[in-house]
């Protein structure tokens, strides 16, 4: 998740709560945390002192925590919005489409037996262990997911899809409907 990205989504979430957008100072804080700036340091950058931008931080942090129901400071902030953010797939049931207005890489979608590769050790590493411009993929865990073992006269909804995912390369392909 990049840092607009993430303030993208918090203003979406505060706004969508208590109808009031995240002001400048708020997002440069947002965006100094996610950087691993300091008070100071992101009081320089939108020409507020030091004091200022933690009185206003202690409040974001507060209203942050209450909208989202977990404690959140100056520390953790950046992987509990990113946690959470990937979440609202499990928690609203939407499709993968939200997630994907957040998230500009591809969305991975793995089952029980999950692959650890470089690549994955390198994500999990603080932003400053990496490159700024590394591409990043989501992990979304589908041990919870029901076991599909039969399908009843789908033959041409199975051909459909083939189609779509080997043929025509499609990349995202939400299914809906009432399950049985």
């Known amino acids: 998740m990049t840092t607009e990205e993430l303030l993208h989504w918090a203003d979406d979430i505060v706004f969508t709560k208590t109808g009031k ?4 100072v708020e997002m440069a804080i947002l965006e100094g945390t996610w950087q691993g700036l300091k008070y100071e340091e992101i009081g320089k950058s939108c020409y507020r002192s030091k004091s200022h931008v933690k009185n ?26 990113e946690r959470k953010a990937v ?10 489409e939200i997630v994907s207005s957040y ?33 990043q993929s989501t992990i979304i865990n589908l041990i919870d997911a029901p076991e599909l073992t039969t399908f009843y006269d789908r033959t041409s909804e199975l051909t459909t899809l083939k189609q779509w995912i080997l043929e025509d390369h499609t990349r995202l392909i939400t299914i809906y409907g009432l399950s049985g």
């Open 87 to 96: 979440s609202n797939i499990y928690n609203y049931g939407e499709s993968l």
């Open 103 to 135: 998230i500009n890489s591809p969305i991975n979608i793995y089952g029980e037996k999950m692959r650890y590769s470089e690549d994955t050790r390198q994500r999990s590493q603080s932003p400053s262990e990496t490159s700024p411009t590394q591409n």
């Open 21 to 24: 957008h995240l002001d400048s």
């Open 56 to 81: 206003i931080a202690s409040e974001l942090w507060k209203t942050l925590s209450d909208l989202l129901g977990e404690d959140i400071n100056k520390m953790n902030v950046r992987s509990i919005l």
